[in-house]
């Protein structure tokens, strides 16, 4: 397809493809941007990027998803975003590998997707990676995995503005099919966690219409760097439940709460690949509950949509399910762990109340843990 693509736009056929996934995060929420750790799994859906080395300086990208629109622009150029806001990810790229000595040449890329976007399944993340992945086989770099997820997060950091940690860009490089990573966000170390072969990953999207994500993201990271001034430490990692507890007059009371989040966080990360090794599915549903409830009441990221699926879930499966909303926030997706065999009945609850509740309808993929970054290069 991406080849299809590529040929119809350049005329010729490609060198390489690069294909890199979305991913949903089953439990650690704004956990990485404190050091602290995470349990993602990468979904199906992928981002793919075809492409051809230049013999100028010229880069051109197509993208199917946006087929009237042709992004061009010189490898050497500074940092110009583009009113585009795909186009704009590549150019992020090629500026984070330029600050870092990494110099491109021309290319021309052909892009294409299947990652839902804008429902916090890290869509951006794919595409970054896959590019990434492209542009280091294309140009012989030998950038390792870490550090192919460092320049994807210094892309958005530095470039798209948003302050995001590096789990999306980290799992999306190293993804393992049929497991969740147990990564480190602060030593990058990732343990990998099968998921039982007779779970399902339910995925249900709100299509609550996001807003403000940005901004607000940025504002929780800035609360928790806040919280570490006051208490003197470099990071949340390096807190515990006494030190914060201790520190309380120096925090206004949202600092507070979000640290406490964080802290909080990090424990059911533990605990619930501890309970996923055992196939506890009950366990992993405390987890879980506990971390949406913690979103809702102590990091103030939820929305009445997302809240009420995790509520249709819990009424129809109890604890034979586990549920909350997952990824950046403010909206987006949630995502269900359960028995292969009570997917019908969790889909039907939602087909059945969610629109009664909320006047929205549900988004619902039914998926397996996929693979990270493939890179194939014929050239
Ligand atoms: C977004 C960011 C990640 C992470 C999550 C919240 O997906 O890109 O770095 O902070 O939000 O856990």
Not at 56 to 71: C, F, G, H, M
Not at 235 to 259: E, F, G, I, K, N
Request: glycine fraction near 6%; charge should be negative; proline fraction near 3%.
């Amino acid at each position: 397809m991406s080849v299809n693509l590529f040929e119809q736009h350049f005329d010729v056929s490609p060198e390489g493809t690069a294909s890199a996934p979305g991913r949903v995060n089953l439990i650690g929420e704004f956990t990485d941007y404190n050091d602290g750790w995470v349990l993602p799994c990468a979904l199906q859906f992928r981002c793919h990027v075809a492409w051809r080395r230049r013999e100028d300086n010229t880069i051109t990208a197509v993208s199917r998803e946006y087929p009237d629109e042709i992004d061009s622009f010189q490898a050497c150029d500074e940092y110009k975003p583009s009113t585009r806001p795909w186009a704009n990810y590549i150019r992020a790229i090629v500026a984070a590998l330029r600050s870092e000595g990494y110099v491109t040449q021309g290319i021309d890329l052909a892009l294409w997707s299947d990652v839902p976007q804008g429902r916090g399944l890290s869509s951006s993340a794919a595409l970054e990676v896959a590019l990434l992945g492209a542009l280091n086989s294309a140009f012989n770099w030998n950038i390792d995995g870490a550090e192919i997820a460092k320049l994807g997060q210094l892309s958005e950091n530095a470039f798209i503005g948003c302050q995001c940690g590096i789990m999306d860009q980290l799992i999306s490089t190293k993804a393992q099919p049929g497991a969740a990573l147990l990564l480190d966000c602060q030593s990058l170390e990732a343990i990998s966690v099968t998921i039982p072969k007779q779970w399902s990953i339910v995925i249900l999207d709100s299509n609550y219409p996001r807003k403000l994500v940005d901004s607000e993201y940025n504002a929780r990271r800035a609360d928790c760097e806040a919280a570490c001034a006051a208490m003197t430490i470099p990071s949340l990692r390096a807190a515990d439940t006494q030190r914060l507890a201790a520190c309380r007059d120096t925090l206004t009371a949202t600092q507070y709460r979000r640290a406490a989040h964080v802290l909080e966080e990090n424990k059911r990360v533990k605990a619930t690949a501890a309970a996923l090794q055992q196939a506890d599915l009950a366990a992993v549903a405390e987890q879980l509950a506990n971390g949406h409830h913690s979103l809702a009441n102590h990091y103030e990221v939820t929305v009445p949509a997302t809240d009420a699926l995790v509520a249709i879930a819990k009424a129809e499966l109890g604890n034979r399910v586990a549920a909350r909303q997952t990824g950046g926030g403010f909206g987006g997706a949630v995502v269900c762990l359960c028995h292969r065999d009570d997917v019908p009945q969790l889909l039907n609850a939602v087909e059945r109340d969610y629109t009664q509740r909320t006047g929205l309808k549900a988004t619902t993929f039914v998926c397996e843990a996929g693979t990270g970054l493939e890179v194939n290069n014929n050239g």
